[in-house]
């Protein structure tokens, strides 16, 4: 990893350490700690303990785990985020010894609660995704830096752009927000529910097309031909390799259906094949046009454009206004990070957390370069910090969605987290995107 740069960048980073860290200890607190039934009798201590070391491993556990995994990774991002320029194995080291101090902390005061399961295993699982996540955030910002003064449309690499947001397609392809019903009598770890569910499987389910999807993956091909196209290859080659991994991955993210216990919809597959081959073919047609007509800071200011309004689309679904009392799209605790989440045992809880992280990660790596002002608090990042609140405001007036403070902070982390990627790979801003 580079070091942390200049020194206006070294000074940010220095003031946001520990308020970041502080900051995401607590939300680790309240997400592991929520519902702590105070409990300190040796002998019950004593059993958890027994229970903690030798743990029942169910099909829940492998959900507990990806949540585990998931919160972990943050941690991990954090630390290496907003750590100096010492010798980078040194801030990994630190990075994971840390985050298993605080989870055997965690799981230490777990020993004290009636309601709350220690368990050796997330130990484990949550220093694993610490790891998972420092080392992921070194590598982003590795991988940056070697792109760095190559052929770029808009001033960082397209990659940026179609890693995201083509991995918050797949996300979503594997674990839809409007699919989530389960196949009838599914039962049992993940094998057994992909036979069974593999079993229910409906040829007719070709009918069945999930319509809207087809205008949220389309821009998935588009960028990831602008991407190979940086890589040097040509338009046509592109699309051609677009269209084709494009079916591949529809075809896996649907049948990750099964271990989940979800239906497995053949039209499903083609929908999302064809959006992103469609967006090959439109990137492929007008891309070269593209590139020529706009110059300077009109070709950015275009691309932050069109990530607003995807990302509006993405959160305002289905796209349908409702009207009710707000008593009804707020709960009590509403306003508590990660709440919502908590007593969700189910893989979309964790699907929940990082497709947003990541479909905001490419608006925070383009603004790193093109900032909405250059001067002012967060001056780079307001666009941001208006579309995570604005568009989780609006859900107010969506049907089947409630307002939760959990989504626009993780999304503004998405957004924090590929500025700062960008920024540590040695990017320097061209000009203000606001103009």
């Known amino acids: 990893m580079t070091a942390a740069g200049p020194a206006p960048l070294r000074d940010t980073l220095d003031r946001a350490r520990l ?221 051609r390799r677009t269209a084709g991994f494009g079916f591949a991955l529809a075809l896996l993210a649907e049948l990750l259906h099964g271990p989940n216990g979800q239906p497995i919809v053949a039209g499903a597959v083609l929908t999302h094949a064809l959006a992103v081959a469609a967006g090959a073919l439109v990137a492929a047609r007008l891309l070269p046009a593209w590139s020529q007509a706009l110059r300077g800071a009109a070709r950015p200011r275009w691309v932050l454009r069109l990530l607003a309004v995807l990302i509006a689309l993405w959160a305002l679904r289905p796209w349908v206004p409702e009207f009710l009392p707000l008593s009804e799209r707020l709960s009590a605790d509403w306003w508590v990070p990660l709440a919502a989440l908590g007593g969700r045992m189910e893989v979309f809880s964790v699907a929940d957390v990082v497709g947003p992280f990541f479909l905001y990660f490419p608006l925070g790596a383009l603004l790193a370069v093109w900032p909405w002002r250059r001067r002012g608090w967060m001056a780079d990042l307001w666009p941001a910090v208006w579309l995570a609140f604005g568009t989780e405001a609006l859900q107010l007036f969506v049907e089947g969605r409630f307002v939760d403070v959990t989504d626009p902070l993780i999304q503004l982390s998405g957004a924090v987290i590929g500025w700062t990627v960008i920024r540590r790979a040695g990017y320097r801003p061209y000009g203000e995107s606001g103009g």
């Open 19 to 239: 308020p970041a860290r502080a900051a995401f200890v607590g939300i680790l607190l309240l997400a592991t700690l929520s519902s702590f039934d105070f409990s300190p009798g040796g002998a019950d201590v004593a059993a958890r303990f027994a229970r903690a070391m030798q743990p029942h491993v169910s099909a829940s556990d492998a959900i507990d785990a990806l949540r585990n995994l998931a919160l972990f990774a943050g941690w991990g991002v954090v630390w290496m985020a907003t750590c100096g320029p010492a010798r980078t194995a040194r801030q990994l080291l630190l990075a994971i010894l840390t985050g298993a101090a605080i989870s055997l902390a965690v799981e230490g005061a777990q020993l004290f609660s009636a309601t709350r399961n220690a368990s050796v295993i997330d130990v484990l699982t949550n220093t694993i995704g610490t790891a998972i996540g420092a080392v992921g955030f070194v590598l982003l910002v590795r991988l940056a830096a070697e792109l760095r003064g190559r052929r770029s449309f808009i001033g960082i690499p397209a990659l940026t752009m179609a890693g995201a947001y083509g991995f918050a397609c797949f996300l979503e392809a594997a674990v839809p927000l409007f699919r989530q019903e389960e196949v009838f009598g599914v039962a049992g770890g993940p094998v057994a529910r992909l036979r069974i569910v593999l079993g229910s499987f409906e040829w007719g389910s070709l009918l069945s097309w999930p319509i809207e999807d087809f205008f949220l993956f389309l821009p998935a091909g588009v960028f990831a031909v602008a991407a190979l196209s940086e890589a040097g290859a040509g338009y046509p080659a592109a699309a």
